[in-house]
């Protein structure tokens, strides 16, 4: 998946604040929606992991969050984790219809 502005300019973390919908919009892309309420200068963060199906450029994760997993592979080795972790929820679409 080739993630367009500002998705691009957006950091990962285990414990983010936004999260994708499930749904694409009206120009194919997904929306951010929050998480939980953001201040003001905060860094807007999200899971790479609920949106990309594998992830090769790092493995290792070094967010900082109290809940890091310590690693970046993808929904397709970490898909278990991560459906539960959100439920089933701000996940991408196409993640979860792929899903074994």
């Known amino acids: 998946?080739?993630?367009d502005?500002?998705?691009r300019f957006l950091n990962h973390s285990c414990?983010?604040?936004v999260g994708v919908g499930n749904e694409l919009n009206e120009w194919g892309s997904y929306d951010f929606v929050a998480l939980r309420d953001?201040?003001?200068g905060e860094e807007i963060r999200f899971d790479y992991e609920?949106?990309?199906h594998e992830i090769g450029a790092f493995s290792?994760?070094?967010c900082g969050a109290s809940t890091c997993r310590g690693h970046v592979h993808g929904f397709k080795l970490s898909g278990d984790a991560i459906y539960k972790k959100y439920g089933g929820k701000n996940i991408a679409k196409y993640l979860l219809e792929n899903r074994a």
């Open 5 to 7: 502005l500002p998705a």
């Open 50 to 52: 609920t949106t990309e």
């Open 60 to 62: 290792e994760c070094h």
């Open 38 to 40: 953001i201040a003001a």
């Open 15 to 17: 414990d983010p604040n």
């Open 1 to 3: 998946m080739m993630m």
